[in-house]
């Protein structure tokens, strides 16, 4: 049972929009910063989002964050067939002095 | 573009110990923290440790971890380190190393592409 709790999959159509949430709690994601990542299998994750809404250089405006509270959510325009993936968020918690993930995103794009 | 090759993984006993190791490459490695994440077959990430940067950094460890693993960093090899004793069979993972400040700005901006370990009789 991972602290954060995400869907274990969506689905969406190619240029569609997807939204992918992250529930937490106030000793995590209520107050930290919240960051997502991709995973393809046999590839090296990668870093989507950080302090809950930048991005890294090289990733497009099609991927955005927000935070509200205890919850997190990543937004993904313009699906494309390469964007099918594990999408996973993560944060500090406090409480527990230890970092935390949620348990992933299977995203499909049909 | 920051690079990050591990090494180590292996078949261990239950009960064996084994050391990870990080090579870091392309970006200032004594400005980033070190983390190692771990992902067991079929399952999501996990976050197992993470170093902070100087002689006095920070260490902190996962609670399924804490007292049998051990992390630390060699600046001047631009390396970072895992040692793990007591394997159980629930440490069996593909473990990942990645540069980056999770616990202030969480971000993990360079990962590798993990090494295997495998705990088994």
């Known amino acids: 049972q991972s602290v954060l709790t995400q869907p274990p999959s969506m689905s969406a159509a190619p240029g569609q929009k997807v939204t992918i949430s992250c529930s937490g709690s106030f000793s995590n994601i209520g107050n930290n910063y919240v960051s997502w990542y991709v995973l393809v299998p046999g590839t090296a994750p990668k870093l989507l989002i950080y302090e809950n809404n930048e991005r890294p250089s090289g990733i497009p405006d099609r991927f955005s964050g927000s935070k509200s509270g205890t919850s997190a959510t990543l937004d993904i325009t313009g699906l494309q067939t390469g964007d099918e993936a594990d999408y996973y968020c993560a944060t500090w918690d406090t409480s527990l002095r230890g970092g935390v993930f949620g348990g992933g995103t299977k995203l499909t794009v049909l | 573009e920051g690079q990050l090759v591990e090494s180590g993984g292996d078949l261990v006993k239950p009960g064996g110990s084994l050391r990870l190791s990080c090579a870091a490459s392309?970006?200032?490695?004594?400005?980033?923290?070190m983390n190692w994440v771990r992902q067991a077959p079929g399952k999501g990430l996990e976050w197992v440790s993470s170093?902070?940067?100087?002689?006095?950094?920070?260490?902190y460890y996962a609670d399924s971890v804490r007292g049998r693993f051990t992390i630390s960093r060699d600046n001047a090899q631009s390396s970072h380190y895992l040692h793990m004793d007591s394997l159980t069979a629930e440490d069996t993972a593909l473990y990942y190393c990645?540069?980056?400040?999770?616990?202030?700005?969480?971000?993990?901006?360079?990962w590798g592409r993990g090494t295997l370990v495998t705990v088994s009789s």
């Open positions: 170093i902070g940067t100087g002689i006095s950094g920070y260490k």
């Open positions: 990645a540069a980056g400040d999770f616990l202030l700005s969480n971000s993990l901006d360079f």
């Open positions: 392309g970006f200032t490695f004594t400005s980033f923290p």
